[in-house]
């Protein structure tokens, strides 16, 4: 690739110098914003600050009876997909039509188990309840159930909302910088730090380090759709790269945690190992099968929603990242996006969008508001949002990104390739070295109408 590469070059320096021209783009400005924590909390209604125990753990038993509904409809009914009860033109077809009933049941409990996750997470803030008993019980409980460990998640999470997109202390979806990429240093002759001009030339040899096929960047991300979550908690994947090799969720020890919270997370270990002493026995009772089809898939399922939404929220080319000197509490959480989960325009994307933020009770819809104050129940965190953005609209401030979907996924997968090693406020560039928008602090007297993350 190097020597192909090099010839390239050759050949169009000695055809002739447009490849060395530099190409400016017209990128829109983000104004970086200067809202207070006050500005932000005084726009939510204060009854959206109310918690109840009893209405919260309504949510959780209607998620479980769901889930019962499933496990009974496809348990009682699958199995009578047969030829006494079936006619089908072959065979062979039987076997299908019921491995596709069970795939559309795994679909199904994974999505409702996404908001038994949700759920936990609301424990997590504590916002389940004014309880920190009933909210650590009862995120426990759910969280183990789906192989979490609640405590220490639960203290990584506190330190991802509380550095939202600072660039060295947030903890997960943490951008890799030019050099972590191995990419040539800025060359002010043929780029600037904004990545609004790039040299032709320059733009080659992004690609080509950078530049993925289709069919590559699908499989990357899908499996980090599928695994990306438990590798994060066993790995650090996408976490800080400064912190040492074999940082987990697991070992009560820093970078992660400190030694008063030691016993919160063997607790969790002990949730962990719970799940993995019943995942066993379940295989030797019911056999493998049986609960890889019943529980595991949809464990799976749960797992991808999982990434999917969050890696939307917090990743694409018109969010800002910031280094410590630009970070405040405010420009952190109005660094994310609100996303309907597979919505879209006309009836169906109303329909898919309005069935996925029912069963993950709106945790991709009304994030913003969430990391302006995650007390806030979901079934108060839509009110809490249209309030929040009628405030930010006067600053001209929209964090509504596109709906999150696959296809979204891969556009801001294939879109977000490195930031920089220098700038207070940076964003993503692309294969080719461009950025979609261009930090500018209101100090600096820019008269642009505001943000506009659209």
Same mark, same amino acid.
């Given at each position: 690739?190097?020597?192909?590469?090099?010839?390239?070059?050759?050949?169009?320096?000695?055809?002739?110098?447009?490849?060395?021209?530099?190409?400016?783009?017209?990128?829109?400005?983000?104004?970086?914003?200067?809202? #207070?924590?006050?500005?932000?909390?005084?726009?939510?209604?204060?009854?959206?600050?109310?918690?109840?125990?009893?209405?919260?753990?309504?949510?959780?038993?209607?998620?479980?009876?769901?889930?019962?509904?499933?496990?009974?409809?496809?348990? #009682?009914?699958?199995?009578?997909?047969?030829?006494?009860?079936?006619?089908?033109?072959?065979?062979?077809?039987?076997?299908?039509?019921?491995?596709?009933?069970?795939?559309?049941?795994?679909?199904?409990?994974?999505?409702?188990?996404?908001?038994?996750?949700?759920?936990?997470?609301?424990?997590?803030?504590?916002?389940?309840?004014?309880?920190?008993?009933?909210?650590?019980?009862?995120?426990?409980?759910?969280?183990?159930?789906?192989?979490?460990?609640?405590?220490?998640?639960?203290?990584?999470?506190?330190?991802?909302?509380?550095?939202?997109?600072?660039?060295?202390?947030?903890?997960?979806?943490?951008?890799?910088?030019?050099?972590?990429?191995?990419?040539?240093?800025?060359?002010?002759?043929?780029?600037?730090?904004?990545?609004?001009?790039?040299?032709?030339?320059?733009?080659?040899?992004?690609?080509?380090?950078?530049?993925?096929?289709?069919?590559?960047?699908?499989?990357?991300?899908?499996?980090?759709?599928?695994?990306?979550?438990?590798?994060?908690? %066993?790995?650090?994947?996408?976490?800080?790269?400064?912190?040492?090799?074999?940082?987990?969720?697991?070992?009560?020890?820093?970078?992660?945690?400190?030694?008063?919270?030691?016993?919160?997370?063997?607790?969790?270990?002990?949730?962990?190992?719970?799940?993995?002493?019943?995942?066993?026995?379940?295989?030797?009772?019911?056999?493998?099968?049986?609960?890889?089809?019943?529980?595991?898939?949809?464990?799976?399922?749960?797992?991808?929603?999982?990434?999917? %939404?969050?890696?939307?929220?917090?990743?694409?080319?018109?969010?800002?990242?910031?280094?410590?000197?630009?970070?405040?509490?405010?420009?952190?959480?109005?660094?994310?996006?609100?996303?309907?989960?597979?919505?879209?325009?006309?009836?169906?994307?109303?329909?898919?969008?309005?069935?996925?933020?029912?069963?993950?009770?709106?945790?991709?819809?009304?994030?913003?508001?969430?990391?302006?104050?995650?007390?806030?129940?979901?079934?108060?965190?839509?009110?809490?949002?249209?309030?929040?953005?009628?405030?930010?609209?006067?600053?001209? %401030?929209?964090?509504?990104?596109?709906?999150?979907?696959?296809?979204?996924?891969?556009?801001?997968?294939?879109?977000?390739?490195?930031?920089?090693?220098?700038?207070?406020?940076?964003?993503?560039?692309?294969?080719?070295?461009?950025?979609?928008?261009?930090?500018?602090?209101?100090?600096?007297?820019?008269?642009?109408?505001?943000?506009?993350?659209?």
């Amino acid at each position: 690739m190097a020597s192909t590469l090099t010839n390239r070059k050759a050949a169009s320096s000695k055809a002739s110098s447009p490849a060395s021209t530099v190409v400016e783009e017209n990128v829109p400005k983000y104004i970086v914003p200067d809202l #207070t924590v006050k500005d932000l909390l005084g726009a939510i209604p204060q009854h959206c600050y109310e918690r109840s125990f009893f209405k919260s753990s309504l949510y959780v038993a209607w998620d479980f009876a769901w889930l019962g509904l499933f496990l009974w409809t496809a348990s #009682t009914y699958i199995p009578k997909i047969n030829p006494e009860n079936v006619s089908l033109p072959h065979p062979a077809l039987y076997k299908v039509a019921r491995g596709a009933a069970w795939l559309f049941y795994d679909f199904c409990a994974g999505l409702v188990g996404t908001g038994v996750w949700v759920l936990a997470h609301e424990c997590g803030h504590q916002a389940f309840s004014t309880s920190k008993l009933a909210n650590n019980a009862m995120g426990w409980i759910l969280h183990s159930a789906l192989g979490v460990p609640y405590h220490s998640w639960r203290i990584t999470h506190a330190k991802h909302h509380a550095q939202t997109s600072h660039l060295t202390g947030d903890q997960v979806f943490v951008p890799k910088t030019r050099s972590e990429r191995g990419l040539p240093a800025l060359d002010a002759e043929k780029e600037n730090l904004e990545g609004t001009k790039v040299s032709l030339d320059l733009q080659e040899i992004f690609s080509e380090s950078l530049e993925d096929a289709p069919i590559v960047a699908v499989f990357w991300l899908t499996a980090q759709l599928l695994f990306g979550w438990p590798l994060y908690l %066993i790995r650090n994947a996408t976490g800080q790269r400064s912190y040492p090799r074999f940082t987990n969720h697991f070992t009560p020890k820093p970078p992660l945690f400190a030694p008063h919270q030691y016993t919160d997370i063997i607790i969790s270990d002990i949730g962990v190992f719970i799940w993995m002493a019943a995942l066993a026995y379940s295989f030797k009772t019911w056999g493998f099968l049986n609960v890889f089809r019943v529980y595991l898939l949809p464990y799976l399922w749960v797992n991808h929603w999982l990434v999917l %939404i969050t890696f939307l929220q917090h990743t694409d080319p018109a969010l800002p990242h910031s280094q410590a000197s630009a970070f405040t509490f405010p420009r952190g959480a109005l660094s994310t996006f609100d996303r309907e989960l597979m919505g879209g325009p006309g009836i169906i994307g109303k329909i898919t969008g309005w069935i996925c933020a029912t069963a993950t009770p709106g945790i991709s819809e009304t994030h913003v508001a969430h990391h302006i104050c995650s007390k806030i129940p979901h079934y108060n965190a839509w009110e809490a949002r249209a309030a929040i953005n009628e405030r930010l609209a006067r600053d001209g %401030i929209y964090v509504q990104g596109n709906p999150g979907t696959w296809s979204e996924a891969l556009r801001v997968f294939r879109e977000c390739k490195f930031i920089e090693d220098e700038g207070e406020v940076r964003f993503y560039k692309n294969a080719q070295g461009k950025a979609a928008r261009v930090p500018v602090f209101s100090s600096e007297g820019v008269s642009d109408s505001g943000v506009d993350l659209q």
